[in-house]
Each structure stands twice: as structure tokens, then as C-alpha cells.
């Protein structure tokens, strides 16, 4: 971080023994960058959807796994955390396939029940590329947290829930009062650690599906950085960005850390 920080303050290729101070010339041109902004919505679309969608998905299928009693819940525990054994180079060749516009299974299953004006060039779309490319970050984040979440309810006495039943609570008022307040900091472990991966590695399933592209429409901070770092040889400005990465990430972190704060509940 200080190495970052340091670089910052220099105009230099990062391959040339040459670096020219320029003191703080690279944040003034982070203020007039027009990619920047886009880039941090396109950074916090990430963190909005990956926690909403993450945490309801992981959140059914812990509480589904724990205490529908299914038999096969070992198999299935399996099969959701397959994605995060996999490197997210080979996640985003994979969902390249599945979005191609022409042997893609999308396409092809539309074009087969004669759905053909809703097929398109998902990742060439600017609508359709950065909610394509949430879709696998979501898919491959479930397992993880779901397994973590299930932790938390398999501690949880059953003789909660059987005394809400005798007072006559219903499943879902049993969830409400029970199962969350109780799994609250495996909860709130979760939508940190997921902002944070967020925040700092969306870039990859990015540089890897589009590489920013169409037109800036998927680009966040971290692939905008790859790009002028190692691509333009801009890597004082490259390290600005990274620096920028760094302050947007605490402060919310920060900011999290007080809205999900909550007293410890104890029954």
C-alpha cells in the first residue's frame, strides 16, 4: 500500500528506470477523468446486487439444507460450493460460452421455444453486459457464504424452535425471531466480505468476460486501473486509481460497520 501510494506521486511507465515527480497531478486527473465515475457505479452495481443476491440465495438454501431435514443435503452442499473451487479465470470462460450470441445454451434455449427476439450479444449489449457479468459473480459466491450460514443455524438450539411452535409461531415467524437475530454475525460477516471482494476483485470476471468494454459500459475501478497500468504504461496514474480502490473501500467498510451494527443476542 505505501509502494502504491509512493508511485502516486510520479509519472512513470513502470518499465523505465525514469520517474518524473509530479506530485499530486494524477488525483487532479482522476477528477477530470469522465471514466472514473462510471467506474465506481459500475463497482457499487456489483456490491448491490452480489450482497442482495448472494445473501437471499446462500441464506434459502442454509436454512433450507438445516431444517428441511433433506436427505440428500450432503450432495447439495457439494454441488453449491463447486463454483468456489474453481479459479474465476476458468468462471469466466465458462459463462463466455454459456452468452455466446450464436452456440450460447441462452441463445440457443430461447431460439428453441421461440423466444427469438429476447436472444442478443449478452456481453455486447450496454444494457445487458454488466447484469451478464453479476450473474456468475453471484453463482460463484453462494457456496461459501452458504456453508458459513449453516454453521451459525446448526448451532442453534432445536428447543428455540420448539418452544416458538408450542407458542404457536409459524416457520417464518420462527426465522424472523430466531434463526437471524442468532446467525446476525455470520450475516454481517458475510455482506462485509462480500463488499469487500467486491469493491477489489470484480475486475477479474470484468477483464476476463468484456474487458471493460462495450464502450466503458462494464469497466470498474480495478479493470480501468489493469488498463492504463499495463496497457497505457501510465503506472503512477494506474497507482492513484489503486489508491482511490483503497480509501473507497474503507470508507465503506466503515460505513457498513455502523448500519449493521447490532446488539449480541442471547436466548
Known amino acids: 500500500m505505501l509502494g502504491?501510494?509512493?508511485?502516486?506521486?510520479?509519472d512513470w511507465s513502470g518499465t523505465s528506470s525514469v520517474?518524473?515527480?509530479?506530485?499530486?497531478?494524477?488525483?487532479?486527473?482522476?477528477?477530470?477523468?469522465?471514466v472514473i465515475?462510471?467506474?465506481?457505479?459500475?463497482?457499487?452495481?456489483?456490491?448491490?446486487v452480489k450482497v442482495l443476491g448472494i445473501m437471499i440465495l446462500s441464506l434459502f438454501f442454509a436454512v433450507a439444507l438445516t431444517q428441511l431435514r433433506i436427505k440428500e443435503a450432503p450432495f447439495y452442499r457439494i454441488v453449491f460450493f463447486?463454483?468456489?473451487?474453481?479459479?474465476?479465470?476458468?468462471i469466466g470462460i465458462l459463462w463466455q460460452f454459456i452468452y455466446d450470441p450464436n452456440i450460447g445454451i441462452i441463445n440457443s434455449f430461447l431460439n428453441a421455444i421461440g423466444l427469438e427476439q429476447?436472444?442478443?450479444?449478452?456481453?455486447?449489449?450496454?444494457?445487458?453486459?454488466?447484469p451478464s457479468i453479476a450473474i456468475p459473480a453471484?453463482?460463484?459466491?453462494?457456496?461459501?457464504?452458504?456453508?458459513?450460514?449453516?454453521?451459525?443455524?446448526?448451532?442453534i438450539s432445536k428447543s428455540l424452535y420448539e418452544a416458538a411452535e408450542i407458542d404457536g409461531a409459524s416457520e417464518w415467524q420462527?426465522?424472523?425471531?430466531?434463526?437471524?437475530?442468532l446467525i446476525w454475525p455470520q450475516i454481517k460477516t458475510s455482506i462485509i466480505y462480500i463488499v469487500i471482494t467486491s469493491l477489489n476483485g470484480s475486475f477479474v470476471l470484468v477483464?476476463?468476460?468484456?474487458?471493460?468494454?462495450?464502450?466503458?459500459?462494464?469497466?470498474?475501478?480495478g479493470s480501468y486501473l489493469y488498463q492504463r497500468a499495463f496497457e497505457d504504461y501510465k503506472f503512477g496514474y494506474g497507482a492513484a486509481i489503486g489508491v482511490l480502490i483503497l480509501v473507497i473501500s474503507l470508507l465503506t467498510v466503515i460505513v457498513l460497520q455502523f448500519i449493521l451494527k447490532k446488539e449480541k443476542v442471547e436466548y
Open 4 to 10: 502504491g501510494l509512493y508511485y502516486s506521486f510520479f
Open 19 to 34: 520517474k518524473e515527480f509530479i506530485g499530486f497531478d494524477n488525483y487532479k486527473q482522476l477528477l477530470r477523468d469522465s
Open 37 to 48: 465515475p462510471k467506474a465506481i457505479l459500475n463497482d457499487y452495481f456489483f456490491v448491490f
Open 82 to 90: 463447486f463454483p468456489n473451487i474453481m479459479s474465476v479465470v476458468v
Open 118 to 130: 429476447w436472444a442478443k450479444p449478452w456481453l455486447g449489449d450496454m444494457t445487458w453486459a454488466l
Open 138 to 155: 453471484i453463482w460463484a459466491g453462494i457456496g461459501l457464504f452458504m456453508l458459513l450460514l449453516m454453521g451459525g443455524i446448526t448451532n
Open 174 to 181: 420462527q426465522f424472523w425471531k430466531i434463526t437471524v437475530p
Open 207 to 221: 477483464q476476463v468476460m468484456t474487458g471493460g468494454g462495450p464502450g466503458n459500459a462494464t469497466e470498474v475501478l
